[in-house]
């Protein structure tokens, strides 16, 4: 199980879970969760195979979506 939290900067913690979940960045094979905490403008996944003890495989989704989030979370040019 791989537990991750990402601290935001420029976009809400619900418009990154929306576009987690409508991307499919996290396959099917995986449970995962979330938790949002609106204080710290955080959002924490916990993704887990879904077939048993396979850290690697979990360990290249936490990665994907680490750069995917960091990917989405910039600052928007105004002009």
């Known amino acids: ?15 990154i879970l929306r ?8 396959g099917y094979l995986f449970n995962w969760g979330y938790s949002i905490d609106e204080t710290q403008q955080s ?3 916990t993704i887990r195979h879904g077939g048993g003890s396979f850290e690697e495989e979990e360990q290249k989704v936490a ?17």
């Open 63 to 79: 990665k994907a979506l680490e750069d995917f989030i960091s990917a989405i979370d910039v600052e928007r040019s105004t002009s």
């Open 43 to 45: 959002i924490t996944f």
């Open 19 to 26: 576009r987690v979940h409508s991307s499919g960045i996290i």
């Open 1 to 15: 199980m791989i537990v991750k939290t990402f601290t935001l900067k420029h976009v809400s913690p619900q418009e």
